[in-house]
């Protein structure tokens, strides 16, 4: 290491534009990758890696090597296939190979004449003669002076238009060299790196852009190498302590307490018509007992669909009312906050409790009476989708907030809606509901900031779903099952993912499927709902399909979450093989809610890709919404299971929270070691790997 005499800028204080070669155009082309600073490349890894380090005997290619090969051209020629192509076969003694060229010069084609030797780079497929390269990368091999093999496994960098790989191997070259200075320091303590069995930061970064030929390439293509596995933790940590300070930051607020203070809970709980389940009373006593703190709770409770979390929800709502305080209801979507609104409403009413309903419908006089009782507290349960928290409402004072089916929520709107309710220094409750079960350590990661209750009991009496999964071709069975099941007095949902054909042809528009439905089904009362329609008319039909005026309802997604219909027996989702495991088992939740057998019938378009035929038997064989979670993970990886390409609520960079899994432990202890130590550190972590919109702990 050199000893300077001044002090260097570290490498994140050094613009892209101090290496030899970056002039302002090209800096700005990097800032399109997100690469301002030195650190910024140092730590844009390679997507895979490609051994050039030896020549492979053409004779062993198979089909999708990417592999360096020598040989002579033996033939060359130019072929008109409805264009011209010029074609070169090239042997070593082991086998020969076809080299295609679409777009060629004529000094090309004179150059790559018979008896040429060539070393090239590509990939091997199928062609109409054997294994052919499309457009290999090539060079003349002068007989004796062979040129070099690579010293290293040939990265391969995530580029943009005006950066090729050969200037992003050149600039991280350059960043390399800067590594030896000391510019960049490693903010896990050492005791921590130990402890999890990690490398140096220098070496993992080394390692990760120059593997020696020795590496193991199948390891590294996969991103599970040590290496890389060291900067996942890295950044994972980061993550795990921006949420832990967040929390940590929420501790030192101040909240209202609501202890129980009338006995207006337990006349609600004896309203009800049904005992709490076992699983409901223990998430009620965890929120209860937040409640009474004078620190704001933190709380998401995890229920699978139809687990019976709204009713828990309404408990903590009336121990706000009865301390004097308003609590207010988030739900995502309009149609959701319409059916809380009647929930609510029917259970808070004859206790004497006013509940509001607003959304972005409601607008002009209406929005500025309902306004002015949220301000005057006149209203003390608000109901509404996100438009409760914009600019012009105000709470006479907020003592709770309800967030429903918490993964169309980040972060960040969690912290919005925390300072939206700060008043006189006091902070609000918060209590986020998720139909979206996912498996503990991941749940420990992603809402490291909040405290988790677990609903994992269904209301008895509830017959499990059977699932079943047919061709689009088994239609008009499925349509003489509906009118059966009509007939015999139950009802039933069609669900359509889109309302037009816009997206594809082959998506059926739920109008036309209505239309549809109702020349085959004459006996039978179809209505229609669909996320375009306005409001009232969608509450009307909503309303009609409840009270059992309309047998078969022909629905988009937007029936996803949270619609109670118990007569509802019968579902059918076309294009399923489209959706989200997630989202077709919060779909199948609208079913299965009264005591008769309820079914699901999910149609596909064939021919089905093997992959989406084991997601869908997932379906068929489980109704347990975290066995379901699970196994979407298995099969797809946690971005959708999430939501975090919705919401931002994990933006990770190396790291892949479902291929680093089993990192989640240590990363958990690292961070509470971290957490012990000095703060400038963790800070100076966070600002490297945690974006600036993401951040809100401070430190
Ligand atoms: P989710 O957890 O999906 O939001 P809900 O709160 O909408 O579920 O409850 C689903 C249905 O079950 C509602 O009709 C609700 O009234 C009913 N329910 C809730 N808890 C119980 C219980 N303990 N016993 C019987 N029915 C219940
Ligand atoms: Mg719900």
């Not at 940590?237 to 207006?264: F, Y």
């Not at 003489?480 to 009509?486: G, K, L, P, S, V």
Request: proline share 6%; hydrophobic share 40%.
């Amino acid at each position: 290491m050199s000893s300077a005499t001044a002090p260097q800028p570290t490498l994140d204080e050094r613009p892209v534009t101090s290496l030899r070669g970056v002039g302002p155009a090209l800096a700005a082309t990097l800032a399109k990758l997100g690469l301002h600073t030195v650190q910024d490349l140092l730590f844009h890894l390679p997507l895979r890696y490609e051994d050039r380090t030896r020549v492979v005997p053409i004779g062993s290619l198979r089909h999708g090597d990417r592999a360096v090969i020598e040989g002579e051209v033996q033939l060359s020629e130019v072929a008109f296939r409805g264009r011209r192509v010029l074609l070169c076969r090239l042997a070593d003694g082991s086998g020969y190979i076809t080299l295609r060229f679409f777009h060629f010069s004529g000094a090309q084609q004179a150059a790559l004449s018979r008896g040429t030797r060539l070393r090239c780079f590509g990939e091997a497929r199928p062609g109409p003669a054997g294994l052919e390269i499309v457009h290999p990368e090539y060079r003349r091999v002068i007989a004796g002076v062979t040129p070099p093999a690579d010293e290293s496994l040939t990265p391969v960098y995530p580029t943009t238009e005006g950066v090729q790989q050969g200037r992003m191997r050149v600039l991280t070259d350059l960043a390399l060299a800067q590594l030896a200075d000391g510019g960049l320091r490693d903010w896990v303590a050492p005791d921590v790196l130990a402890a999890a069995r990690m490398t140096s930061l220098e070496a993992a970064l080394r390692y990760v852009h120059r593997p020696p030929p020795s590496a193991d390439l199948e390891l590294l293509n996969a991103g599970r190498h040590p290496a890389q596995r060291r900067l996942a933790f890295e950044e994972l940590l980061a993550h795990q302590i921006s949420l832990r300070l967040l929390r940590e930051a929420a501790d030192e607020d101040a909240a209202w307490p609501l202890p129980a203070c009338s006995d207006l809970v337990a006349r609600c709980l004896g309203e009800l018509g049904f005992e709490l389940t076992g699983a409901q009373q223990r998430a009620w006593a965890e929120i209860a007992a937040d409640l009474e703190r004078d620190r704001p709770m933190m709380r998401l409770v995890q229920g699978d669909v139809g687990s019976g979390k709204t009713v828990v929800a309404a408990l903590a709502a009336l121990r706000a009312v009865e301390n004097g305080a308003q609590a207010a209801v988030m739900a995502p979507t309009e149609l959701l906050a319409e059916q809380h609104a009647r929930n609510f409403h029917g259970w808070l009413e004859p206790l004497g409790i006013r509940a509001g309903l607003l959304t972005g419908r409601h607008t002009g006089r209406a929005r500025r009476a309902l306004e002015q009782d949220l301000a005057s507290g006149a209203i003390q349960v608000a109901i509404g989708t996100h438009a409760l928290f914009q600019e012009g409402v105000e709470f006479a004072r907020l003592g709770l907030v309800i967030v429903d089916e918490q993964h169309r929520f980040g972060v960040h709107q969690r912290v919005r809606l925390r300072e939206k309710g700060l008043a006189e220094g006091r902070y609000p409750h918060q209590l986020v509901m998720t139909a979206t079960p996912i498996p503990r350590t991941l749940a420990m990661t992603a809402y490291a900031d909040l405290d988790v209750s677990v609903i994992d009991e269904l209301p008895p009496g509830r017959t499990p779903v059977r699932t079943v999964v047919l061709p689009e071709t088994r239609r008009v069975e499925i349509v003489q099952r509906i009118e059966a099941a009509c007939q015999s007095g139950r009802q039933a949902y069609w669900v359509c993912p889109l309302i037009d054909e816009s997206d594809s042809v082959r998506q059926q528009a739920a109008e036309e499927t209505a239309e549809t439905l109702a020349a085959a089904l004459p006996g039978v009362r179809i209505g229609l709902v669909h996320g375009r329609m306005p409001g009232r008319r969608k509450d009307e039909v909503m309303t009609a399909f409840k009270q059992g005026s309309i047998d078969l309802l022909v629905a988009t997604t937007v029936i996803e979450v949270g619609v109670d219909v118990p007569n509802a027996s019968l579902m059918v989702i076309e294009n399923a093989e489209r959706m989200g495991l997630a989202q077709l088992h919060q779909l199948r939740g609208r079913v299965g809610r009264g005591s008769v057998e309820s079914s699901c019938v999910l149609l596909y378009q064939s021919p089905l890709a093997p992959i989406a035929r084991q997601r869908l038997a997932v379906l068929r064989d489980t109704n347990d919404g975290f066995e379901v979670a699970r196994r979407d993970l298995e099969l797809r990886g946690p971005g959708e299971l999430l939501g975090t390409r919705q919401t931002g609520l994990m933006q990770l960079r190396v790291a892949d929270l479902l291929r680093d899994s089993d990192l989640l432990p240590e990363v958990q202890q690292a961070a509470a070691l971290m957490l012990r130590g000095p703060r400038s550190n963790m800070e100076a972590l966070l600002r490297r790997w945690v974006g600036q919109g993401e951040r809100f702990g401070k430190v």
